[in-house]
């Protein structure tokens, strides 16, 4: 009996190496730098944001108001071939750099991330965001991004979960379709987490045991949550959870997946992602996205279905929950509190007392 692999299968891997030889060089010879520093120019305690963008000046403002408000001063967006004036309104904001392919989005946008992250982050923390999504944990206002990337590195954590919490108004999705993104942030002040299905972490039904089998967890590991009012509504299987704050160290590989990347030690704790899906008129974006066919999993024409067919459709219902605390989704089992980072938190946190209050 032959010890060789028989011929079909040393076929399919020459194929598949092929393949992903020919995927790589295509990607090098699309990609260009258009702006800004062409190396990691942060500092060892900075955290550079990877973000990519196409036609995402709707966005610009409130992304930049809330992330400069955190502590980011570094930013690399990689463009997909942006026509509306995104590029021309980045080149005007500081601490940014531009990296741009045309490639399909669907089939490289693995690629753009990681590219950009490599380059710019590595042996730094990197922060990776889409335009529509803002970033949040417990003790922002106190200790700020560099205070929570500090306790991270203190522990020996290079990675930080966050689970995504869709947001939306009471109104009709129709009545707000032109909202300015600034006043989304203010006025899509709703959320729903009564359809949320958890899986264990490395659970195989997730469909990303691959990846987050190359992770290591502290327990109790967050556990993977999908669904929510997306599930609910229109009927997607969503991945709520992502792996957005890691550390471009020795044996991570950045965004090797939308939702994840590989080599994390993971903190016991999961940060939050505030959603704002809906925003920028949804109907026209996923009636595009449908005719362009770049999203391969399905769910622009999940969405559109629904609203083409409800365009009054409003996501509100008794079930949803106005503007919950992070420490109110902690108790309901959405996020997850780690009791060394509360301790750390409080002893960053805690001031004496004035003469005037120990007199009281």
Request: net charge neutral; glycine share 8%.
């Amino acid at each position: 009996m032959s010890d060789h692999p028989p011929q079909p299968a040393i076929a399919a891997r020459i194929t598949k190496r092929l393949g992903s030889a020919l995927h790589r060089a295509r990607f090098f010879a699309s990609l260009r730098h258009l702006h800004g520093p062409k190396q990691r120019i942060a500092a060892a305690d900075e955290v550079v944001l990877v973000a990519l963008v196409r036609d995402g000046a709707y966005y610009l403002d409130g992304f930049f108001d809330h992330y400069r408000r955190l502590g980011v001063a570094h930013f690399v967006f990689f463009d997909n071939g942006s026509r509306e004036g995104t590029l021309d309104r980045l080149r005007q904001q500081p601490g940014v750099s531009i990296l741009q392919s045309t490639l399909p989005w669907g089939d490289y946008e693995n690629d753009f991330r990681s590219y950009a992250a490599k380059r710019y982050a590595t042996d730094r923390w990197c922060l990776i965001a889409d335009m529509d999504e803002i970033f949040d944990f417990e003790g922002r206002a106190e200790i700020g991004l560099r205070g929570l990337t500090g306790f991270l590195t203190d522990q020996g954590y290079t990675g930080l979960m966050a689970q995504m919490l869709e947001m939306f108004p009471k109104a009709p999705l129709s009545t707000v379709a032109a909202l300015p993104y600034l006043q989304v942030l203010q006025q899509f002040d709703h959320c729903d987490i009564s359809s949320v299905t958890a899986y264990d972490y490395q659970s195989p039904a997730t469909g990303l045991g691959y990846f987050l089998h190359q992770n290591k967890i502290t327990p109790p590991a967050p556990q993977l949550l999908f669904g929510g009012i997306r599930g609910k509504v229109f009927g997607e299987s969503c991945c709520l959870t992502k792996h957005p704050l890691i550390y471009v160290g020795a044996g991570v590989t950045p965004a090797v997946h939308p939702h994840a990347s590989t080599g994390l030690r993971l903190a016991p704790m999961s940060a939050l992602i505030k959603h704002y899906k809906f925003a920028n008129d949804a109907l026209a974006r996923d009636r595009a996205s449908v005719a362009a066919a770049s999203i391969a999993h399905g769910e622009d024409r999940q969405r559109l279905a629904v609203l083409q067919h409800s365009p009054d459709i409003s996501l509100w219902s008794p079930q949803a929950q106005r503007a919950p605390a992070l420490a109110t989704l902690q108790q309901q089992g959405f996020l997850q509190a780690d009791p060394a980072y509360s301790a750390y938190l409080a002893s960053h946190t805690m001031r004496p007392l004035k003469n005037s209050e120990t007199s009281q």
